[in-house]
């Protein structure tokens, strides 16, 4: 999550919403990304996407069964749909998304029965440090 943390902290000096992820296989971090919309102009530029595209361009398939996504934030109901479309293992992620949380907060997309991929998912790793950098960030936007 400290990784995740570090690109969290380049968007914050990008100007950018500060979330970062990190993709994991094993003990090797596949790929690393922090949210790029402002930059981009681009709606799904979410650190997560990022990270995903990444990750699926070096291990030369969409199919990221093996991995784990780290990431500051909890996912947006794109982001938490795109971890079932890759087949990400297990999600880690640190603070509550208040806004649009689609994994705990509003609503539970990783659990719905229906889908044919399951990721576990782990919460609150690093909370604190991680809901601290977007409550700086969006204090200094005030």
């Keep these: 999550m400290n990784e995740a943390l570090n690109e969290a902290g380049k968007a914050f ?3 950018e919403i500060p979330v970062g992820a990190v993709l994991i296989s ?3 971090c596949l790929a690393r990304a922090h949210d790029m919309r402002e930059s981009t102009g681009d709606p799904t530029a979410h ?3 990022l990270v995903l595209r990444d ?3 070096l291990v030369g398939d969409w199919r990221l069964c093996e991995c784990d996504l780290y990431v500051t ?3 947006c109901p794109m982001c938490a749909g795109a971890l079932i479309l890759a087949r ?3 999600l880690i992620y ?5 806004k649009s949380g689609a994994v705990e907060t509003h609503c539970n997309l990783l659990a719905i029965e229906g889908f044919n991929h399951k990721v576990e998912v782990i919460s609150g790793v690093l909370s604190e440090p991680c809901a601290e950098l977007l409550k700086k960030f969006f204090t200094a936007k005030r």
């Design 13 to 15: 000096a990008l100007d």
């Design 26 to 28: 094993g003990d090797e």
């Design 47 to 49: 650190a997560e996407i």
């Design 55 to 57: 990750g699926a361009r």
């Design 73 to 75: 934030l909890e996912p």
């Design 88 to 90: 990400i293992r297990r």
């Design 94 to 98: 640190g603070a509550p998304n208040a």
